[in-house]
């Protein structure tokens, strides 16, 4: 007989979306349990940059419990200003190893039960209810009774052990994004690094090549930034490929400059074809992306400007898992949402980051810009169950919408949204289907979230600083790839 526990809400996975759930959660009244398989607090949002707090006009579209981290992080020393960014709206460095400190004391002051190193390995369900979970840890097995469930799990598990709807990948071959195992080198130059971003013809940073209005304004600033984002270097890349120092199925430099002088968090590993919800699929990555980080290592210190002293500082804790399970809600969030700015009645977030694919066969990247678009609540309810709710990865979406609403501060501003309105239902006694979003949205903007209805007007002093890429910026589509010739060879 395996011993029982009891709560109101029990969050699964603390991750951007799991944290921010569990936390409201509790804020708002509800006992709540957090289950989290690793040792620390924060998923994969421990070990990157936050991107797209601000949407493309430079509005701060996240504000609310991620908001209060952030700069909670910053009055501890431990995050730089916000750099404003004309292709991911905004870039957010802080030190990443203090963010799960501050995690875990946000936690605690909020009241969250929590339970570390523990996987939740089945679900339990009574009709179209789910009702608890099975947990697996150092004591042995255990039974977790809930009556609201918020899957944050990021692979959809306890949906998937409950019989509840879920896809992975896109339409047609169910592959997924490819994922990166990141890490981060020390030992940068910080000016040699800068003067190689600022060589047109090595561009650092692609999607500015065709608007030198808009580079000229970005070369006004990247003295003084905080943060840079890099997405380019391609002719490098391919020089050092052909020399034989570089064989990963990766054509950019991928990877963002952070605040700290002598740093570069490197996003270039990459797996092609990876099932992330099968252990032998799983295990050939992890074993594929540590023979490549030493071979990227070689390749920042003789061919990256600034690099030449380059060493790695650390490694990620865990494969960084762009996308799986998907869990189908009461609604699907789709490409033509987010790119058309879709409002919805019943929005409780806002989203601005652009469409951004990591090709799941193939190099480089699929994107396609977006106009600032809610995510309605009934892409948090999951569907033809009840008592199941989710947020983040498991966003109830489009293999291309959840392609945009992905990013740390959206996935964060979902788990306020989530977690505040399980407690909600729980103090009305309804279930989460049943909470009025009207209700769910006013007690979110009281609490500091910004949704369509408190959104100011685009500031065009900000705009013209920084300029704009089109909207009608051209995006990329497909597989093909021309910067390599390597490009079809690593196409499975
Ligand atoms: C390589 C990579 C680079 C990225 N770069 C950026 C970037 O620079 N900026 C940005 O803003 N976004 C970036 N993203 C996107 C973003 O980081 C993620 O989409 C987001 O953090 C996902 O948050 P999440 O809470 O949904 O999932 P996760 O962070 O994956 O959290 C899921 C949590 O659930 C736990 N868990 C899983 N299964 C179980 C289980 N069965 N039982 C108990 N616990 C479980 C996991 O341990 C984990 O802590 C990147 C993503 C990847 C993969």
């Not at 799991?18 to 620390?40: D, K, M, S």
């Not at 030198?212 to 070369?219: C, I, N, Q, S, V």
């Not at 289907?433 to 910004?450: F, H």
């Not at 900000?462 to 995006?475: A, D, M, N, R």
């Amino acid at each position: 007989m395996l011993s029982t526990l009891r709560t109101q809400v029990l969050v699964v996975g603390s991750g951007a979306a799991g944290l921010n759930a569990a936390i409201a959660a509790a804020r708002n009244g509800a006992e709540t349990l957090l289950v989290e398989y690793q040792g620390f607090l924060g998923g994969i949002s421990s070990t990157l940059p936050w991107l797209g707090f601000h949407d493309q006009q430079y509005r701060q579209i996240i504000k609310g419990l991620p908001l209060e981290i952030a700069t909670r992080l910053q009055q501890a020393g431990a995050a730089a200003d916000f750099e404003l960014d004309p292709k991911c709206g905004s870039a957010f460095s802080l030190d990443n190893h203090y963010f799960k400190c501050l995690a875990m004391e946000m936690v605690k002051e909020a009241g969250v039960n929590l339970m570390m190193h523990t996987q939740v390995v089945d679900t339990l369900r009574e009709g179209d209810r789910i009702t608890g979970v099975v947990v697996e840890h150092k004591s042995g097995r255990q039974v977790i009774l809930a009556d609201i469930i918020i899957d944050c799990s990021g692979d959809g598990d306890v949906a998937a052990r409950g019989g509840a709807a879920w896809e992975k990948g896109r339409t047609g071959d169910g592959l997924v994004q490819a994922p990166t195992l990141v890490f981060r080198l020390g030992g940068i130059d910080r000016e040699g690094f800068i003067r190689g971003c600022k060589d047109p013809n090595i561009m650092y940073r692609e999607w500015l090549k065709p608007y030198p209005e808009l580079w000229d304004k970005m070369m006004k600033r990247i003295d003084d930034m905080n943060v840079i984002v890099c997405g380019g270097f391609a002719g490098l890349v391919e020089q050092a490929r052909q020399a034989g120092d570089h064989d990963v199925p990766q054509s950019r430099v991928v990877g963002v400059k952070l605040h700290r002088a002598d740093q570069f968090q490197v996003v270039m590993t990459r797996i092609l074809g990876l099932d992330p919800t099968n252990v032998e699929s799983l295990t050939d990555a992890y074993t594929a992306v540590y023979e490549q980080i030493p071979q990227l290592i070689r390749f920042f210190q003789r061919w990256m400007p600034g690099c030449e002293n380059a060493y790695l500082v650390d490694i990620a804790p865990m494969l960084g898992i762009r996308e799986s399970r998907r869990i189908m809600g009461d609604y699907v969030l789709t490409a033509e949402d987010v790119t058309s700015g879709a409002e919805f009645e019943d929005g409780v977030a806002l989203g601005g980051y652009h469409i951004d694919i990591h090709r799941p066969s193939g190099t480089w990247v699929e994107s396609k810009n977006v106009k600032t678009y809610d995510i309605p609540y009934r892409s948090l309810v999951a569907r033809d169950v009840e008592g199941l709710m989710m947020a983040g990865k498991c966003l109830s979406a489009t293999h291309e919408g959840v392609a945009s609403t992905r990013v740390i501060p959206i996935c964060m501003a979902q788990g306020q949204a989530v977690g505040t309105a399980a407690a909600m239902a729980i103090k009305q006694g309804i279930t989460p289907r049943e909470v009025r979003a009207s209700d769910l949205r006013n007690t979110l903007i009281d609490q500091g979230a910004e949704l369509r209805q408190s959104l100011e007007k685009p500031d065009p002093a900000l705009i013209e600083l920084v300029g704009q890429l089109p909207e009608e910026e051209p995006p990329t589509t497909g597989d093909h790839d021309e910067v390599s010739q390597a490009a079809t060879a690593w196409i499975r």
